[in-house]
């Protein structure tokens, strides 16, 4: 292996040093999304009012516990490439392309901003795992696309409720 392999190819997963870093960066991006609208939806769960209230508050609460678990997943995965995750709600605002929604109770206004928030993230998994698949990182790029088919299910599941 010659020097510049070397210097490429320096962290433990045998993987471009420069384009791991890049998807570690794109991961925690990704764990800010997570843990923005995780926090939204917890939201919900406590202040939803209607009609539709035991509905939504139980799926609700199947959705925040599946973001949980995802973040729990990406954290240990961006430290498995051999970088650190984020940990502060200061970062995570920083750098996520959610906004925190306050004030909403109404069950529809709930689904909408829940249907938003799982297009968004979906969006920002496949660029992520392109960015990981680029830097031959199968392992990530599996990861992010098994959870693309979760938040699809789960957003045309929340669009059938509010149609």
């Not at 199947?62 to 973040?71: K, S």
Request: glycine share 6%; aromatic share 10%; hydrophobic share 35%.
């Amino acid at each position: 292996m010659n020097t510049q392999d070397k210097a490429t190819l320096g962290n433990h997963l045998k993987l471009d040093n420069k384009a791991m870093k890049n998807v570690s960066d794109k991961m925690n991006d990704l764990l800010s999304d997570y843990h923005v609208f995780y926090q939204n939806v917890r939201g919900f769960h406590w202040n939803v009012k209607g009609e539709n209230f035991f509905d939504l508050h139980e799926k609700f609460e199947e959705l925040y516990t599946q973001l949980y678990e995802n973040i729990d997943e990406l954290a240990e995965r961006i430290v498995t490439i051999g970088f650190k995750p984020l940990h502060a709600y200061s970062d995570y605002l920083k750098n996520t392309i959610h906004k925190e929604i306050t004030d909403v109770s109404n069950g529809d206004g709930c689904v909408k901003h829940v249907i938003d928030g799982l297009g968004n993230l979906a969006q920002s998994h496949r660029k992520a795992a392109k960015l990981a698949e680029e830097a031959d990182d199968i392992a990530t790029a599996d990861l992010l696309t098994r959870f693309v088919g979760d938040l699809e299910k789960r957003m045309w599941m929340f669009t059938m409720f509010s149609k």
